[in-house]
């Protein structure tokens, strides 16, 4: 599967931002989907995921109930939809796919970037204070 990520930009803090990733390739429902970011000098780090028929979402502590994934599956289409953004939200934002079977892990399976076996090229994302 090919993953292009869009949407990122600069916005001021308390600000909103809408990320898509649109994927091509195999059928998406094949698929469970996350996003991850990486900020400069930073290792990649988990945001957001979402199962194959969109019924269970994941988020990292950092961004729940400020962000919102979900997914459409007849437009093969994933969205983050970022509110109240933050300085420290600025980073590469990565949408990812994984179509392995999950199993527990501490510290939940999708947080992991090796359970993703394809990635979008990213999006910059700028939160000014």
Not at 24 to 29: D, E, K, M, V
Not at 39 to 61: L, W
């Amino acid at each position: 599967v090919q993953l292009q990520a869009s949407g990122g930009g600069l916005v001021q803090a308390g600000g909103s931002l809408r990320l898509s990733c649109a994927a091509s390739g195999r059928t998406f429902t094949s698929y469970y989907m996350g996003w991850f970011r990486q900020a400069p000098g930073k290792e990649r780090e988990f945001v957001a995921a979402i199962s194959r028929s969109g019924g269970n979402t994941y988020y990292a502590d950092s961004v729940k109930g400020r962000f919102t994934i979900s997914r459409d599956n007849a437009k093969n289409t994933v969205i983050l939809q970022m509110n109240s953004l933050k300085p420290e939200d600025t980073a590469v934002y990565f949408c990812a796919a994984g179509d392995r079977q999950p199993y527990y892990i501490p510290g939940g399976y999708y947080t992991y970037p090796a359970r993703y076996d394809y990635w979008g090229q990213g999006t910059l994302v700028t939160v000014s204070s």
